[in-house]
């Protein structure tokens, strides 16, 4: 079941409404999916740029978010990272 019928079921259960307000609220639904896939794919996107997945590899076992937020304070400061003038 895609997000758009599982949204349009949850806020319509019946058929009380006329098929102009289901369309409409088909086709909100039917956006926010889309936005929400954009919002994943650039995620994904900036992780990559940011090293995420190699700077895990090379630690060698999982590392907890607050390891990874302190890595990046670290290289905040590295001139070789930092483009600060």
């Known amino acids: 079941m895609h997000l758009k019928e599982i ?3 949850m806020v319509l259960p019946n058929n009380d409404i006329g098929e102009k307000t289901r369309e409409v ?3 909100q ?3 926010w999916n889309h ?3 954009f919002i994943n794919s650039m995620s994904l996107k900036c992780a990559i740029q ?5 700077i895990i590899h090379s630690h ?3 590392m907890t978010l607050s390891d990874l937020a302190s890595l990046f304070k670290k290289m905040r400061h ?3 990272f930092c483009n600060c003038n």
């Open 25 to 27: 609220l088909a086709a």
């Open 60 to 62: 060698g076992r999982p």
């Open 29 to 31: 639904a039917h956006i």
């Open 35 to 37: 936005t929400f896939n």
């Open 7 to 9: 949204i349009t079921n």
């Open 78 to 80: 590295d001139p070789f």
């Open 50 to 54: 940011f090293g995420i997945p190699d």
